[in-house]
């Protein structure tokens, strides 16, 4: 079994960063995207950023310039620099990852339990 955790969230005020990890753990031969998703209260989940396993990046209009999406490949570690929070920023942030599994033909996608983050006003 593949299981994802997302670690890092917590309480920051307006203009400060937050670093939040994504650490996949079981049988995995790579991780092909890996990508990171937020629900607000009372809104969709939102995809907003996303990366590769060659190191193509994507980003939200949102989060474009504030945020910054990594992989530590060795460590099958993703991980996200949150810079100049803003309170709408408030969500639960997922990691969703497209993984190889050793021994299993095909892709499959794993999700986090989500991790808070709270900008204060």
């Known amino acids: 079994q593949v299981q994802l955790v997302e670690s890092g969230g917590g309480l920051v005020q307006p203009g400060g960063s937050l670093r939040l990890s994504c650490v996949a753990s079981g049988s995995i031969l790579s991780i092909t995207i890996l990508g990171w998703y937020r629900q607000a209260p009372g809104k969709q989940r939102e995809l907003f950023a996303r990366i590769t396993s060659g190191g193509t990046t994507n980003y939200a209009d949102s989060v474009k310039g504030r945020f910054t999406i990594s992989q530590d490949n060795a460590k099958n570690t993703g991980l996200l620099q949150m810079n100049s929070l803003k309170p709408e920023d408030t969500a639960v942030y997922y990691c969703?990852?497209?993984?190889?599994?050793?021994?299993?033909?095909?892709?499959?996608?794993?999700w986090g339990p989500g991790t808070q983050v709270t900008v204060s006003s």
């Open positions: 969703n990852a497209w993984v190889q599994n050793l021994g299993v033909v095909g892709l499959t996608d794993y």
